[in-house]
């Protein structure tokens, strides 16, 4: 089976870089994905790391260690809409391509 | 463009009765098709995923079951509601490396 852990709550303020670290165990591995959901909402993607290193789309990064098993979502110049849920998944083969969620990150932005 | 239908948007059901969720997919052909369930404050829980039509799988030993009457229809059904079932029903089809969801159904079994 697949397993991810990933802080169950952050809390930062408006302007400041949080990072948020998710580890996982799987076997069949693609890649990770990183999903944001606002309350009440559904989740939204973010990005999709296949390969080991950085990938960046505007204030947000992703990074990938496939050797360590280990990611991380880097959200820079917070602002008061990132307030959100933010959940990792690991992409996995199977029948069908299939992504398993860790149980979220809350992140509060404070003014 | 592709989109994802799902209804209703919240529901409020007794102990014993059944349950039918509806999701369909527009603008694709032959989706992977996904029902998840996320409890208040939890992560999503992959319950059925299917390849194609008539083809369903389980994840998760439940008191739910699934189908896919037509290519772009997956449907998820219970014949007597507990009250664990309560939750954030989400659909969601992939393509590729991104998996869309539908907005979801609020489900209060009472």
């Known amino acids: 089976g697949q397993s991810l852990e990933q802080p169950s709550e952050v809390t930062a303020v408006e302007g400041a870089i949080v990072q948020i670290n998710c580890t996982y165990q799987?076997?069949?591995?693609?890649?990770l994905s990183w999903y944001q959901q606002h309350d009440g909402g559904a989740p939204t993607f973010l990005s999709y790391?296949?390969?080991?290193g950085l990938e960046e789309t505007g204030r947000f990064s992703s990074f990938l260690s496939r050797s360590d098993s280990y990611g991380y979502l880097l959200l820079q110049e917070l602002q008061m809409k990132d307030s959100a849920s933010y959940f990792c998944?690991?992409?996995?083969?199977?029948?069908?391509?299939?992504?398993?969620f860790g149980s979220g990150t809350q992140l509060t932005v404070l003014p | 463009s592709q989109t994802i239908h799902q209804w209703p948007a919240t529901l409020v059901q007794p102990v014993g009765s059944p349950l039918s969720l509806e999701c369909t997919v527009e603008?694709?052909?032959?989706?992977?098709l996904y029902w998840y369930r996320q409890a208040a404050g939890r992560g999503l829980q992959l319950l059925f995923y299917?390849?194609?039509?008539?083809?369903i799988s389980s994840e998760v030993p439940q008191n739910l079951s699934a189908s896919r009457p037509q290519d772009r229809q997956f449907i998820l059904s219970s014949k007597k509601l507990l009250l664990s079932d309560s939750g954030f029903y989400l659909c969601?089809?992939?393509?590729?490396?991104?998996?869309?969801f539908g907005q979801g159904t609020r489900l209060t079994v009472v």
């Open positions: 299917s390849v194609g039509i008539g083809q």
């Open positions: 998944a690991v992409d996995t083969s199977g029948s069908a391509r299939q992504l398993t």
């Open positions: 790391n296949a390969l080991d």
């Open positions: 799987t076997s069949g591995f693609y890649g």
């Open positions: 969601a089809w992939r393509t590729g490396t991104v998996a869309f």
């Open positions: 603008g694709t052909s032959n989706p992977n």
